[in-house]
């Protein structure tokens, strides 16, 4: 679906364009991207622009590249996938550029997300997954606001070929909201 910019201060989510594609497939080759995002790392460039046109064009996800303010540079991505109205359920996923982690810039974009499809869609509970292994991932659902449910056993197949059990957190509408900052 398409999405509307959403202003953050120091961060800018922004709806994905055709020139992102390049900066993308460079920005996924690093060793936790491979590993951990999507499933599976991006071998090509057509990869990248599918990949692309995938978080562009499909009407039950919600995505956004999220750029620095200031320079537009790409920082990482965020989006709502596998939207279910009217039961109100969506699951999340996301990933930040190398060189911009450890910065808060992932939790402060999955909660700018969780707000929108909260507010606009009516969206009432959003879902998190990541390998049990993914400790930067586990730091981004806590501090986005969300809950730790439980385990999830060899739920997921990611970059390595295996199956790893996953840990599954939620955050609803009604929530606390987090108190979340950039580092620069
Ligand atoms: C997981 C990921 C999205 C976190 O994004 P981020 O914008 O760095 O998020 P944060 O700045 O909040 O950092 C989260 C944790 O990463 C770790 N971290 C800190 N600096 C880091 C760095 N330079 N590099 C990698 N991880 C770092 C810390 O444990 C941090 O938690 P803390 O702030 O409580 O110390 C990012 O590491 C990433 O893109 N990983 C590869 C793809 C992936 O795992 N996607 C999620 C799939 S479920």
């Not at 055709?18 to 920005?27: A, M, N, R, Y």
């Not at 320079?71 to 039961?87: D, K, M, R």
């Not at 910065?103 to 049990?132: I, M, S």
């Not at 070929?161 to 580092?183: F, M, N, Q, T, Y």
Request: hydrophobic share 45%; net charge negative; proline share 4%.
């Amino acid at each position: 679906m398409q999405t509307p910019p959403l202003d953050l201060g120091e961060l800018l989510l922004r709806p994905w364009r055709d020139d992102d594609v390049d900066t993308v497939f460079v920005l996924q080759q690093d060793a936790a991207s491979r590993l951990w995002a999507g499933g599976g790392g991006l071998e090509t460039r057509d990869d990248a622009a599918a990949l692309v046109g995938r978080l562009r064009d499909q009407e039950n996800r919600a995505s956004w590249a999220v750029v620095g303010a200031a320079t537009g540079a790409l920082l990482g991505s965020v989006t709502v996938h596998s939207i279910e109205l009217p039961l109100g359920n969506a699951e999340v996923g996301y990933w930040t550029a190398g060189t911009a982690r450890g910065r808060g810039v992932a939790p402060r974009a999955v909660d700018a997300a969780c707000r929108w499809v909260f507010a606009t869609l009516g969206v009432d509970r959003v879902e998190l997954c990541h390998a049990v292994e993914n400790a930067a991932s586990a730091r981004v659902a806590a501090k986005a606001g969300f809950t730790h449910e439980g385990r999830l056993r060899r739920s997921f197949r990611y970059g390595d070929g295996v199956k790893h059990d996953e840990l599954l957190w939620s955050r609803l509408a009604d929530d606390p909201l987090p108190r979340l900052s950039i580092r620069s």
